[in-house]
């Protein structure tokens, strides 16, 4: 079965300093990797997608994100937080399950990243 | 250019009444997912439909939950006989085509409390 683990509930870190938000997934076959971010009583934004080719994806706000293979791992980064950039962040994994032909999107429980002034 | 549009907001409900939460997705999109959000859990998926047809209800609790993207207007996720269990924050999503390739849009949500 397909999964994704987001292993930190919460993640603080000085604005200016770098940040790395981490995920983990299990798939079967090719992995499609998202991240997506929510901010207070909205709905989640898409940040990056990983579907295939360069392992490091950029994607909006200045993030951007490593595919890593060997460690199945696709791990959420910025080089120097912004106190804005407070929220809750979600990885997810698209399933391709080809023989249903639905493409379900499995997201990880979130991680809240604080970025403190 | 309008994103995926949910109604109400917010919604209270009695125990035992009806709750409808309403999407309309975007623009150009035929594909719409359901998704329900627990107080510091992550997202569940429930529901993904196309037009006049639901293709994957395997999040969807068997019994009193419902689902529906007519040819006209908007996707309904329907509840009935609400239990206290039932509240959470419910997510719709809309993409352009089912291929892997394409981002989920969401609307804000729907903030449903059963009292």
């Known amino acids: 079965a397909q999964s994704v683990a987001q292993p930190e509930d919460q993640v603080n870190v000085a604005e200016g300093n770098p940040l790395t938000v981490k995920c983990t997934y299990s798939?079967?076959?090719?992995?499609?990797l998202f991240w997506y971010v929510q901010y207070p009583n909205r709905g989640l934004q898409f940040l990056l997608k990983?579907?295939?080719?360069?392992?490091l994806v950029k994607g909006s706000y200045g993030f951007e994100a490593e595919f890593n293979k060997s460690q199945t791992s696709f791990h959420l980064k910025k080089p120097s937080a912004l106190v804005s950039d407070s929220a809750l962040y979600f990885c997810?994994?698209?399933?391709?399950?080809?023989?249903?032909?639905?493409?379900?999107?499995?997201f990880g429980t979130g991680t809240r990243l604080k970025v403190l002034a | 250019n309008a994103g995926v549009m949910q109604n109400p907001r917010h919604l209270v409900r009695r125990r035992g009444q009806e709750a409808r939460l309403r999407c309309s997705p975007m623009?150009?999109?035929?594909?719409v997912y359901w998704y329900r959000q627990l107080p510091e859990e992550g997202l569940k998926f429930m529901v993904y439909?196309?037009?006049?047809?639901?293709?994957?209800e395997s999040g969807m609790p068997k019994e009193r939950f419902s689902a529906e993207f007519p040819k006209e207007g908007p996707s309904i996720l329907r509840i009935q006989q609400v239990v206290r269990g039932d509240s959470a924050a419910y997510f719709c999503?809309?993409?352009?085509?089912?291929?892997?390739?394409?981002?989920?849009?969401f609307g804000n949500g729907t903030r449903l409390t059963v009292t």
């Open positions: 999503a809309s993409s352009e085509d089912r291929g892997y390739n394409s981002p989920l849009h």
């Open positions: 798939v079967s076959g090719n992995p499609y």
């Open positions: 990983y579907i295939t080719g360069d392992n």
């Open positions: 997810a994994v698209r399933d391709p399950e080809t023989t249903s032909g639905t493409y379900k999107y499995i």
């Open positions: 623009k150009g999109h035929s594909h």
């Open positions: 439909l196309q037009k006049e047809n639901i293709i994957d």
